[in-house]
């Protein structure tokens, strides 16, 4: 029994540390809600790994949907749906991340009403200026 666990300690520490597999990890991960239907997401992996971005409706990503696949390490997302949305990454060793759930949160329709309004009578103004100042320079 010393025998095996001796050879098992030698074995540990003979192995060099970046020969062991991280698992990806989200950047992100203090992102919780967004009121916009984007974000950007950004990971950490291994070296050169090519990294898999899943995004799925199910916490249990009964229906997984490939974002992305390759060497990059952020991307930027649009499209998004109200409600809550979950990613995870899987790298080429099938080692996954912790899923990321970002909870999707649109603007009321009419606060945006109120923003178009707002520059509706800001470029309404500014053109009123600008024809007001043409007429005094003559």
């Known amino acids: 029994m010393r025998h095996r666990l001796a050879a098992l300690l030698l074995l540990a520490a003979s192995t060099p540390l970046n020969s062991i597999a991280s698992v990806p990890s989200f950047k992100t991960e203090d992102l919780q809600s967004i009121d916009a239907g984007y974000l950007q997401l950004q990971w950490e992996a291994e070296e050169g790994a090519d990294i898999t971005l899943q995004r799925s409706r199910n ?8 974002v992305y696949q390759g060497k990059g ?3 930027f997302v649009s499209g998004l749906a109200e409600g809550d949305v979950y990613f995870r990454l899987e790298d080429s060793a099938a080692n996954a991340s912790d899923i990321l759930t970002i909870k999707v949160r649109h603007q009321s329709l009419k606060r945006a009403l109120y923003l178009m309004l707002l520059g509706g009578l800001t470029t309404l103004a500014t053109i009123f200026v600008i024809i007001k100042g043409a007429r005094n320079a003559r």
């Open 59 to 66: 916490a249990d990503f009964s229906d997984p949907v490939t």
């Open 73 to 75: 390490r952020a991307l």
